[in-house]
């Protein structure tokens, strides 16, 4: 299978990492925003195209997919370009940042059949699977999620600490994983409210938030966020269930009384990034829908569309 990777950056670089452990997966072409930097990356990967022009690694020769680790501005417009060229996709999280953009990319994966997937990497993170695992097999339910996804972000860097040439967000990005998660554990999601603190001077954006939840089962869920939290950073998950207490930490887990629990041996690696790109894969090799396929986070876009309007009245 011939991929190409559109966004050389952190996270780019994550799924190129990735890859190069799914047997007969091949990459092809990177695509960045300026073409020195760029060459750098695919050259560190072994990768022999390298370009400023989505279009130009669109046309390659034997090209399967494409996944998108660009800014959040380009997400949709630039799935909708690789669908409309034949080309499955797969497009980080988040999806968009307007309802109407990821409608549309809804759309134009219905009308062309492609298997489009969105990054929500808490999915597959082993932790996660874990707990919804259990939920599946009816041994717990969850009662209430606490969950804290804290950042020192006073300044445009990512994630490696270099310049971005956008903005993120915590509304439309860094909630979108806590929002689908939450419905993906615990049912549809049918309350939601939303405060936030001030607004950067700068950044345009506001720094501190808090969102409420409640899904159809009853379930509930506090999700705080914050641009302005000097250590320790990273997102923390607390499943407070009828059956057991969990932490999560990214790929690890614990239980609520600090004990380890092995999740090792819930999937075939211990890296989420690495597990959501092989259900990419294998959705296209098996022409099947995906975990995460478009049509399935939509949901949590429409919550994220209703919170931005709230917060904007």
């Not at 969105?118 to 597959?124: D, K, L, Q, W």
């Not at 300044?155 to 903005?167: F, V």
């Not at 969990?246 to 999740?263: F, Q």
């Not at 396929?293 to 569309?305: E, F, H, I, T």
């Amino acid at each position: 299978m011939k991929i190409a990777l559109a966004g050389a950056g952190a996270f780019g670089e994550k799924h190129l990492d990735a890859l190069r452990q799914i047997d007969g997966v091949e990459v092809v072409s990177v695509v960045g925003r300026t073409l020195e930097p760029t060459r750098a990356v695919a050259a560190k990967y072994g990768v022999g195209h390298a370009t400023t022009e989505l279009d130009e690694a669109l046309a390659l020769p034997g090209l399967d997919a494409v996944i998108l680790a660009t800014p959040t501005q380009l997400h949709a417009s630039q799935a909708i370009q690789c669908l409309k060229a034949g080309k499955h996709v797969q497009v980080e999280i988040p999806l968009c940042d307007s309802l109407a953009d990821g409608e549309a990319v809804l759309k134009a994966q219905q009308d062309t059949g492609l298997v489009a997937m969105v990054g929500h990497t808490r999915r597959f993170n082993p932790s996660h699977q874990y707990i919804h695992n259990k939920i599946k097999a009816g041994e717990i339910g969850v009662q209430q999620m606490d969950v804290q996804t804290y950042f020192f972000r006073r300044k445009n860097i990512n994630a490696k600490g270099d310049p971005r040439s956008w903005t993120d967000h915590l509304l439309w990005h860094h909630a979108a994983h806590t929002v689908d998660l939450f419905a993906y554990q615990a049912g549809p999601i049918v309350q939601a409210n939303a405060l936030q603190g001030p607004r950067h001077p700068e950044l345009g954006i506001a720094m501190d938030m808090s969102i409420q939840l409640k899904s159809e089962s009853g379930a509930i869920c506090t999700l705080s966020l914050s641009f302005n939290n000097d250590g320790p950073l990273g997102t923390f998950f607390r499943y407070i269930c009828d059956n057991g207490t969990w932490v999560a930490r990214y790929d690890d887990l614990v239980t609520g009384r600090d004990e380890v629990v092995d999740v090792s041996k819930v999937d075939v690696s211990m890296n989420g990034i690495e597990l959501q790109d092989r259900e990419f894969v294998a959705a296209i090799r098996e022409g099947r829908e995906p975990n995460a396929s478009v049509a399935q986070v939509m949901p949590c876009y429409r919550v994220l569309d209703s919170l931005e309007k709230q917060l904007a009245a």
